[in-house]
């Protein structure tokens, strides 16, 4: 599966939802995660993040590994999103800062 990941938090670009062929995102208030039941690991989603935080899970650096259980957790309550919308507002300003993990509003 491939693994939405820390800099998604705050920033949610969603040009990830757009590409993904089999609808596998979840919408949370400020971050968006993958089903990994549902993903297809066709990978086209991964370049599309502007924030480039999606990895695949074999390349998933050490201190995202717990994104993994995250990404699973998250997306059997949250709803599906099938469709793009606009980035948070403040997006440009959250991009690059680092440890977002506390901020997910679950
Ligand atoms: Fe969807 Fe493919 Fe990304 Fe999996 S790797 S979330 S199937 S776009
Ligand atoms: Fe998040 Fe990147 Fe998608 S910021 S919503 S994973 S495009």
């Known amino acids: 599966t491939y693994v939405v990941t820390d800099n998604c938090v705050n920033c949610k670009y969603m040009d990830c939802v757009d590409v993904c062929p ?31 935080a999606i990895y695949k899970d074999s390349d ?25 919308k606009d980035e948070l507002p403040e997006a440009h300003k959250w991009d690059g800062i680092p440890n977002k993990r506390s901020y997910i509003e679950a």
């Open 22 to 52: 089999v609808d596998c995102f979840h919408e949370g208030k400020n971050f968006l995660v993958i089903d990994p039941s549902v993903c297809i690991d066709c990978g086209v989603c991964e370049p599309e993040c502007p924030a480039s």
């Open 60 to 84: 998933l650096p050490d201190e995202f590994v717990a994104y993994l259980d995250i990404n699973k957790k998250l997306s059997s309550s949250w709803p599906l999103i099938k469709y793009k």
